[in-house]
Each structure stands twice: as structure tokens, then as C-alpha cells.
Nanobody, 117 residues
Framework: QVQLVESGGGLVQAGGSLRLSCTAS????????MGWYRQTPGKQRELVAV???????QYADSVKGRFTISRGNAKNTVYLQMSSLKPEDTAVYYC???????????WGQGTQVTVSS
């Protein structure tokens, strides 16, 4: 069973930067992919960025050129470097992990990112 712990959220002004981190832990985990989703009230949870164990990544069109996803050396940690933040980026950001031969999904508890005008 996988547990995800996120950190790095907070309050920033428009144009500022934040770095989110997420670490996966558990017994004998095999990570296929890790990434980030975000959600605001009244909206569906949307994909922000995902990176696979092989290093292939995808970004939402709305964050391309501003956000960068990366894996830590231990490969159980994922980072999201967010720059040029906009008020529209305000959301709860959730770490995502897909693990195991059965391709099971896991979610973090979420971390709040608030961007002021």
C-alpha cells in the first residue's frame, strides 16, 4: 500500500514561484508514474503534469512553459516547479502515483496553492 506526502504549497503573489514535492512510501513499491493534479471548487480535478518511470512527461496546455516536473534521485519523489504563477493557478494540488503490476492509483492529501492578484 502506497502513501503519498506532499509539501510546498502556500500563498504567493502573481508572477511568483513555488516548488511542490511529493514522496511515495510503502512496502516493496514499484512506481510506474508520478504526477500532479489540481482541483478548485466547482471544477473537475485536472491533470497538471505527469512523468513516467522512463522519464516521459506530459503537461497541461495551461501550464506549459511555466511548470516543470521532475523526479528525485530516489525515484520515489516528484517535484513540481511552478513559476510565473497566475491567480488561475489557485487550487488544491494533489500528488498522483501509479504503482505495481496491477497499475494501481494512489493520491496524496493535497496541498493548497493560492496566488493573489
Amino acid at each position: 500500500q502506497v502513501q503519498l506526502v506532499e509539501s510546498g504549497g502556500g500563498l504567493v503573489q502573481a508572477g511568483g514561484s513555488l516548488r511542490l514535492s511529493c514522496t511515495a512510501s510503502g512496502s516493496d513499491i514499484s512506481i510506474n508514474a508520478m504526477g500532479w493534479y489540481r482541483q478548485t471548487p466547482g471544477k473537475q480535478r485536472e491533470l497538471v503534469a505527469v512523468i513516467t518511470s522512463g522519464g516521459v512527461w506530459q503537461y497541461a496546455d495551461s501550464v506549459k512553459g511555466r511548470f516543470t516536473i521532475s523526479r528525485g534521485n530516489a525515484k520515489n519523489t516528484v517535484y513540481l516547479q511552478m513559476s510565473s504563477l497566475k491567480p488561475e493557478d489557485t487550487a488544491v494540488y494533489y500528488c498522483y502515483c501509479n504503482t505495481g503490476w496491477a497499475s494501481e492509483d494512489a493520491w496524496g492529501q493535497g496541498t493548497q496553492v493560492t496566488v493573489s492578484s
